[in-house]
């Protein structure tokens, strides 16, 4: 893979979470998908985390979100 294809691989990938297999056809690359994923990991500026899971909404907090769309439904802005 040329210099010129690593820099247009990381700049495209540092925008999108997108798979390697769609990068390969967007880009028109001719890497296998573990030199896509080497180019990624090596970069320093690109970090891969797993988003951390937030607890889903309770019914005490659905029914309080619809008590007060329900009295602010009618406001003028």
């Keep these: ?5 690593r820099r247009r691989l990381i700049k495209y990938y540092s ?11 967007d880009l028109h690359i001719s890497a ?7 180019v990624i990991k090596a970069d320093p500026n690109i970090i891969n985390k797993k ?3 937030k ?6 907090h659905k029914d309080a979100r619809l008590d007060w769309a329900k009295k602010h439904m009618h406001w003028k802005t």
């Design 1 to 5: 893979m040329s210099e010129r294809d």
């Design 15 to 25: 925008n999108k979470m997108i798979s390697h297999s769609k990068i390969m056809s």
């Design 32 to 38: 296998t998908k573990s030199t896509i994923s080497r």
């Design 51 to 53: 988003k951390k899971r």
């Design 55 to 60: 607890p889903t909404l309770t019914k005490k």
